[in-house]
């Protein structure tokens, strides 16, 4: 399992280790093997992939492309690419009183989550979600 991580912003460190860590326990949690793109990037960054990809001009936390299935020798390795925020991450954590590598570590949660087939559009699926996160950040140790 490879998990790459790109850092294209300077608004917080990245304990890369622990993220990685994060992610490894996530997918054995559910049973799942592949490789990962982890990409941290500032709030214009994330705003041009949201408006390019999903047609949405506004910054957002987290984004998560799935790439499992896709043409290519590896393609039933590679799960896909999650792109963080880490400006916003960093101001979300400033507002709530939290280390900002703790929300990085929930964002990352939350992009590899959608990955493996986790939503958040109804109230059933945001309290899945939200439960899933809560575990993912304990059985790592961060919570």
Known sequence: MTIDIANHQDHAPLDRKTL?????????????EGDLSLCYVDNAAIRELNQRY???DEVTDVLAFPLEGGPGPDADRLLGEIV??????????????????AEIALYTAHGLLHLLGYDDHDPDETRAMRDAEHKALADAGLI
Do not use: Y
């Open 20 to 32: 990685r860590a994060l992610c490894r326990q996530v997918l054995r949690s559910h049973q799942r």
């Open 84 to 101: 963080v925020s880490v400006e916003k991450a960093a101001a979300e954590a400033a507002a709530r009183g939290v280390p900002a590598e």
């Open 54 to 56: 999903l047609d949405r």
